[in-house]
């Protein structure tokens, strides 16, 4: 059996998955979303350089049929399963080792949620959206708040109403709460209590199945619009079948990498595990990336070929492991800090090497 206090590496490797695929649906989203909210910055070109491109002004882009059958699988449970893993890792102190440095997390978590806001406004078409709440920023407040969907709505309303029409409440409580909880409980029971650890795989194995049987038997199967990756994005989550389904896939992929850890089956390849570990560095700066260089020079590429801009599946891959790529030389280069301190680089060349 592995020490307790191992860092579980096939976690990582989930962690890394699901930041790519994140990348991966925001890349597709700020392709639908092109015409309608940055395109206006090339207005005086319109009716020259990119007249290809006019046309498309304020209309969707859609994207292709495989694309869009790879994002009803991903889109219900990517955000859901990286705050669970976030709550998780939580959860692997003791309050007596936590409470020392609770005032220093609690500064980072701020810190970080501001860091998120800054690249809002940094990256966003308008002001409602760069001070929207979005998932990410969900995980490191932890409300634990039940009967909370009318005030939600009260909030979402007030925002649109006084301060911005595209301001978006996109982590609501109601939806995302139960994943960072169901995660918290199982890392204490998995760190807190370590000889029940082979019980506990059990049971969050079984009770994941049966919550995917009765979302198989009795839910409704994502769907995701051509022409806007987000429409649909929540639609699964808003009955008890379909969070049983979120639920359970989740869970069940979360407990199929503790069981093969327990019996020392590590899984590691190295790329995503760089991205499960450096998650926050990546997420932050990924969307910087397409806004202001993959966009504009898609943009300028096609209107020299006379063509709109794509959206395709193989695309869209290529700019998302070619972003983590720049990201991952200007953390290896020092030029970006480390956001969330050396000792992940400690821990990533004790783990995985240089």
Same mark, same amino acid.
């Given at each position: 059996?592995?020490? %307790? ?6 976690? !990582? ?55 869009? %059958? ?27 080792? $936590? ?16 860091? @998120? ?20 920023? *969900?995980?490191?407040? @932890? ?17 649109? @109403?006084?301060?911005?029409? !595209? ?50 038997? $009795? ?31 989740? $869970? ?44 504009? *020079? ?14 395709? $599946? ?32 400690? !821990? ?7």
């Amino acid at each position: 059996m592995p020490p %307790q206090d191992a860092r579980i590496t096939g976690l !990582d490797l989930l962690r890394g998955l699901v930041i790519f695929m994140a990348v991966f649906e925001h890349y597709t989203g700020y392709l639908n979303y092109w015409y309608i909210d940055f395109f206006n910055r090339e207005h005086a070109l319109w009716d020259s350089f990119y007249l290809s491109h006019k046309a498309m002004a304020g209309h969707l882009l859609p994207m292709d049929n495989t694309t869009a %059958q790879v994002s009803a699988w991903l889109i219900p449970w990517v955000s859901q399963i990286y705050l669970a893993l976030a709550a998780f890792n939580l959860s692997r102190r003791s309050q007596e080792r $936590f409470r020392p440095q609770l005032g220093g997390k609690l500064v980072l978590f701020a810190s970080i949620i501001l860091i @998120l806001y800054v690249e809002g406004l940094v990256i966003a078409p308008n002001f409602g959206e760069a001070i929207s709440f979005y998932p990410v920023m *969900l995980w490191m407040c @932890l409300l634990d708040q039940f009967g909370v969907q009318t005030l939600l709505g009260n909030i979402d309303s007030w925002m649109k @109403l006084h301060v911005h029409p !595209d301001y978006e409440l996109d982590a609501r409580l109601d939806l995302f709460m139960a994943s960072g909880c169901f995660g918290f409980l199982y890392g204490w029971c998995w760190h807190q209590r370590p000889q029940w650890r082979d019980r506990l795989n059990g049971l969050v194995l079984t009770l994941s199945l049966i919550a995917l049987v009765i979302y198989l038997a $009795f839910g409704e199967s994502s769907s995701v619009e051509l022409s806007d990756i987000y429409a649909n994005e929540h639609e699964l989550a808003l009955d008890m079948t379909g969070r049983a389904g979120i639920w359970g896939m989740e $869970f069940l992929v979360i407990g199929a990498v503790l069981w093969l850890h327990q019996r020392n089956i590590n899984l590691c390849w190295r790329p995503l595990n760089w991205i499960g570990m450096y998650s926050l560095t990546v997420f932050i700066f990924h969307k910087s990336i397409f806004v202001h260089l993959w966009g504009p *020079l898609l943009l300028w590429w096609t209107a020299r070929q006379g063509t709109i801009l794509p959206n395709s $599946f193989g695309l869209i891959m290529l700019l998302s492991a070619t972003s983590v790529l720049l990201i991952y030389a200007f953390q290896r280069s020092g030029i970006i800090c480390h956001l969330m301190g050396m000792h992940q680089d400690r !821990d990533w060349v004790r783990l995985y090497g240089k």
